[in-house]
């Protein structure tokens, strides 16, 4: 028998065992959760009334009118019109101004913006009174001199 070789007893020789099948089912455990729980997606997506967390508001819009999408203008100025709901604020807002206008009784809302050489978001965004709102975007391109 080799110099380095040496019997151990059998109790330690089942200790031994035992923790190498502890350590593994840790492992397997660790490997379980990581994989299968930690990143399961939420089942419970509803309500208990049974509809959605969260349901946007049926009656909340906005439309815009003026300016068209993607418009090319010669003018610093421009006229910002729109339709909603009657009687809320209306945040009409650019990369460098932001102003609060309120819609008629009627929901219809207008205003002249001072746009920016060059490109100029615009983006319209109407709130109600449950703090919902809606949003919509408009690009126009300001040049000072007519191509």
């Not at 349901?55 to 019109?81: A, E, G, M, W």
Request: glycine share 4%; charged share 20%.
């Amino acid at each position: 028998m080799p110099k380095w070789t040496k019997k151990i007893s059998t109790k330690h020789f089942i200790i031994f065992q035992l923790t190498i099948f502890i350590l593994c089912l840790t492992f397997l455990g660790v490997l379980y959760f990581i994989l299968n729980i930690q990143y399961q997606k939420p089942t419970n997506l509803y309500s208990s009334s049974g509809g959605p967390v969260t349901t946007p508001p049926k009656s909340l819009r906005i439309d815009l009118n003026q300016p068209d999408d993607n418009s090319l203008v010669y003018s610093s100025s421009i006229v910002v019109s729109g339709k909603t709901a009657p009687n809320l604020q209306v945040l009409i807002s650019t990369d460098t101004k932001d102003l609060v206008i309120n819609s008629t009784s009627t929901g219809e809302f207008s205003t002249v913006l001072q746009l920016d050489e060059g490109v100029n978001r615009i983006t319209a965004v109407v709130f109600d009174q449950l703090g919902d709102f809606r949003s919509t975007d408009r690009l126009v391109f300001y040049s000072k001199e007519k191509i």
